[in-house]
């Protein structure tokens, strides 16, 4: 869970967005990126910083340059994350704690938290 929340971290900025883009479409160097989006060396550093944290991008070097491009396989795992969300039957996951229980409300309400506000008739 914690690898999934990372990248959508990464992606939830506009710039790091835009570098994934050129990226995407073939592998370019930093000078490249900061050239095209019109942004200093040192901020398109920072973002691919970022980006390779999270693996959603990686880099080989070729002379002086490194080139960078997308590693898609994140993005895969990013699928199967959504996949999952509507494929979790008669349980419900609880944030707080990250462990499933189910969804008979009666039954768990006096012993999770009383997060229930049903009122029993």
Do not use: P
């Amino acid at each position: 869970m914690n690898k999934v929340a990372k990248i959508f971290k990464a992606l939830s900025d506009e710039t790091r967005l835009k570098v994934l883009l050129l990226v995407s479409n073939r592998d370019i160097c930093q000078k490249g990126i900061s050239k095209y989006l019109g942004i200093s060396d040192s901020s398109v550093s920072q973002h691919i910083k970022i980006l390779k944290e999270a693996e959603i991008i990686t880099g080989y070097k070729e002379g002086y340059y490194v080139f960078y491009h997308v590693n898609e396989h994140v993005f895969d795992e990013c699928i199967d994350f959504f996949k999952s969300i509507g494929s979790v039957s008669n349980n419900i996951l609880e944030i707080s704690n990250m462990k499933l229980i189910s969804t008979d409300c009666t039954k768990n309400c006096k012993s999770v938290n009383k997060c229930c506000k049903r009122r029993e008739k």
